[in-house]
């Protein structure tokens, strides 16, 4: 029974190391699926969220429009804060159901949290191991803008709006670096797999 967290900021390699885990036999849980889950139609989280931001926070088919809650919240930090205090507890509830499905299934298994906002949001939450995808800040805006089409200023203000590589670097057990390529990722997964083996 082990749980890892696996955090990095935007365009560092996370969902990679996330699929290579998963190849490996790693149970996934996807936190940013989680907060979409919890956010779907006819949920408690999403009429708490038209109660404090309004209805225009809908789209026609009663689903909620991530671009226009984006832009009401973003640069906002109260804002921010009133949005997190909304979902951060149903993300926290239902991500601690999933681990107790996966384990409740395998006593043996090895869940992986894929969660972006760990420095954020969990980081005293007790995780056997915490690994940090790191690529640097420079290299994740470049990604940005080249691999997914962002504009500059957009990078920059995602970036800006996540825990620093410091921060995130200051609580990993073990760092995935992602600046090479695929195969050394793979390396840095198939060393990291065989810790989990030793550790449990």
């Keep these: 029974m082990t749980l890892v967290a696996l955090t990095g900021g935007i365009a560092s390699g996370k969902s990679t190391i996330s699929g290579l885990l998963a190849e490996r ?7 940013d699926q989680i ?3 919890v956010q779907s139609p006819g949920s408690a989280v999403l009429a708490r969220i038209v109660d404090e931001f309004g209805e225009r926070m809908l789209r026609p088919d009663g689903s909620l429009d991530r671009a226009q809650l984006g832009a009401r919240v973003f640069g906002d930090d109260a804002a921010i804060a009133r949005l997190n205090g909304i979902v951060h507890p149903a993300v926290r509830e239902e991500s601690a159901r999933r681990f107790a499905d996966a384990f409740a299934a395998n006593p043996d298994a090895v869940v992986v949290y894929d969660v972006p906002l760990l420095v954020e949001a969990r980081v005293d939450d007790p995780w056997d191991l915490v690994v940090v995808a790191h690529a640097p800040a420079a290299l994740r805006r470049e990604r940005l803008i080249t691999l997914r089409g962002m504009a500059a200023g957009e990078a920059d203000a995602r970036i ?12 990993a057990d073990i760092v995935i670096d992602t600046t090479g390529d695929l195969a050394t990722t793979e390396t840095q997964v198939d060393q990291l797999w065989a810790e989990i083996a030793r550790r449990s």
């Excluded at 800006?160 to 609580?171: G, P, T, V, Y």
């Design 35 to 37: 907060v979409r889950d």
């Design 160 to 171: 800006a709006a996540q825990a620093s590589d410091e921060q995130r670097l200051a609580i």
């Design 25 to 31: 036999g790693a149970v996934i849980v996807d936190a």
